[in-house]
């Protein structure tokens, strides 16, 4: 097909991970349990519903164009200012402005193998050379990263905590890695699973820094529990903002996006809950699979890898958790064919996986 650049024919479409309605059809099964898409298994805050609720009748005009308000509440929230905060469609969307506004035909762009899939779409997407570099030991190779800036290099990306390996980098290991990275080099640092990993001692929350050529990327899809909404944000030196502004489509988020992401951020008590769910749900799963000796990769997230001795034996264990009821994410998309990445789910669900677990294991 002619019309079609070469690079879009050959790009790979994205595999969403299994829907619930569909696995129940398939296999006959009366109850599903979703544990591979990162989302808040508690659901969202009852009161960034009830503010949707009320203000669906607002919705036949447009929002606002700027996103004002919602953009004031995000910089009051975390004490900057207007100009330092863009927002868009989950913070892919943000990601796509991003992509839109900086790069030109020969730049070229820098991101970890193996990492999100959603900025490995955009990337391939875009048409615009981009240098993979491998994991160390499901890590990030900040250093090895490094090594591969040249004079074309114009983004730089990277996800901290990181999907799907739950690994972080520290604020020593940024710091060393920052120090390498010229100017006019934009570094993306997507921090998705920020809620969760904020209290690690060494973990390198980006708003403590002042770099004018990195962009922090955060969104409402995990620990608000807003995924199906489609917010996002992104926090910036007002320069990247201003052109940022201009490049990202004018109404998004939606407008009931923008008010229950507003409501959402207001209930600290929720955040708080997700998280300490989580973290319980995650000592609980970590001993579980320690005892029964499925090797893990530890997490900074609200996921948790999995790795088995080869993709067989990884396809095998998430088929039996399929025919179980319990959807999981195998990783052959992501180049990671021996791993499944399990979301930590309620305390209840966890359960149900770890009852399913001794079930099906005999043997892998
Ligand atoms: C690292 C990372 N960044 C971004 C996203 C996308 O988030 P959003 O729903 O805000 O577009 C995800 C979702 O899985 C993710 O894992």
Same mark, same amino acid.
Not at 179 to 204: C, G
Not at 247 to 276: G, N
Not at 352 to 357: A, E, H, R
């Given at each position: ?20 309605? @569909?696995?129940? &059809?398939?296999?006959? !099964?009366?109850?599903? #349990? ?48 207007? &100009? ?23 730049? %070229? ?45 114009? #983004? /730089? ?33 997507? &921090? ?12 390198? @929350? ?5 770099? @004018? ?30 052109? !940022? ?47 029964? %000796?499925? %090797?893990? /990769? ?50 209840? &669900?966890? @359960? ?13």
């Amino acid at each position: 097909m002619p019309l079609v650049p070469r690079h879009i024919q050959d790009l790979e479409s994205y595999k969403p991970g299994r829907n619930i309605n @569909d696995v129940k &059809e398939e296999l006959g !099964l009366d109850n599903i #349990i979703k544990l591979a898409s990162n989302e808040n298994p508690l659901g969202p805050s009852p009161k960034a519903i009830e503010a949707v609720k009320s203000s669906l009748c607002d919705n036949f005009r447009y929002p606002d164009a700027s996103a004002m308000l919602f953009r004031t509440k995000l910089a009051d929230r975390f004490n900057i200012k207007l &100009e330092n905060v863009t927002v868009g469609a989950g913070s892919e969307g943000v990601m796509s402005a991003i992509m839109r506004t900086f790069l030109r035909i020969g730049d %070229e762009i820098i991101a970890a193998d193996n990492s999100f899939i959603g900025f490995r779409v955009l990337a391939n997407a875009s048409g615009i050379r981009t240098s993979w570099v491998p994991l160390e030991n499901y890590r990030h190779d900040l250093l090895g990263m490094a090594t591969y800036i040249n004079d074309y290099t114009k #983004i /730089i990306y990277l996800a901290n905590p990181d999907n799907p390996t739950g690994t972080y980098f520290t604020i020593d290991e940024f710091d060393v890695f920052m120090d390498q990275v010229p100017d006019r080099v934009l570094v993306i640092l997507d &921090e998705a699973y920020f809620e969760y990993a904020q209290h690690i001692d060494n973990y390198p @929350d980006s708003m403590h820094y002042r770099y @004018d050529n990195v962009i922090t990327l955060r969104t409402f899809s995990k620990a608000h529990g807003l995924a199906g909404f489609r917010a996002g944000y992104g926090f910036a030196h007002e320069d990247l903002i201003e052109n !940022l502004m201009k490049v990202k489509l004018p109404f998004e988020p939606s407008w009931p996006a923008q008010v229950a992401a507003m409501e959402a951020l207001d209930d600290e008590k929720y955040i708080q809950s997700t998280v300490r769910n989580c973290h319980t749900g995650m000592r609980v799963l970590e001993t579980v699979f320690q005892e029964m %000796e499925i %090797e893990i /990769i530890p997490s900074a997230a609200n996921f948790i890898t999995l790795i088995f001795n080869n993709g067989e034996e990884a396809i095998e264990f998430n088929e039996r958790m399929l025919h179980n009821g319990i959807i999981l994410r195998h990783l052959a998309g992501w180049g990671l064919p021996n791993c499944v990445r399990v979301t930590i789910g309620t305390e209840k &669900e966890n @359960d149900y996986l770890i009852q399913s677990l001794s079930k099906i294991l005999d043997p892998v």
